[in-house]
């Protein structure tokens, strides 16, 4: 059973920026892709982005797409998002996922979440 644990999360102002991490135990990691996804108060988990075994093969949401940038290092067991000029609609509790297959439409495993708070 992998375990994933996220960080990074904070307030920051609209227009800012932040890095949230995930960190994976276990060797599954480094075959599997991986995804983040975000939920909103009110509103149902949302998909953000996903990135391939190799890190050579990414995916976006549309509302986040030239923001957003995921990425890996599997030599540390860790998925990234790059998250930047931020606005108060990103607001959420973000979630890594350990995906079946390449499209993360099933995940294996859920981390426990990280709150991102942007203010206007």
């Known amino acids: 059973q992998v375990q994933l644990v996220e960080s990074g999360g904070g307030l920051v102002q609209a227009g800012g920026s932040l890095r949230l991490s995930c960190a994976a135990s276990?060797?599954?990691?480094?075959?599997?892709?991986m995804g983040w996804f975000r939920q909103a108060p009110g509103k149902e988990r949302e998909f953000v982005a996903r990135?391939?075994?190799?890190?050579?093969?990414?995916y976006y949401a549309d509302s986040v797409k030239g923001r957003f940038t995921i990425s890996r290092d599997n030599a540390k067991n860790t998925l990234y998002l790059q998250m930047n000029i931020l606005k108060p609609e990103d607001t959420a509790v973000y979630y890594c996922?350990?995906?079946?297959?390449?499209?993360?439409?099933?995940?294996?495993?859920w981390g426990q979440g990280t709150q991102v708070t942007v203010s206007s």
């Open positions: 996922a350990l995906c079946y297959g390449s499209s993360c439409f099933s995940v294996r495993s």
């Open positions: 990135i391939n075994w190799s890190g050579g093969s990414t």
């Open positions: 276990g060797r599954t990691f480094s075959y599997a892709a």
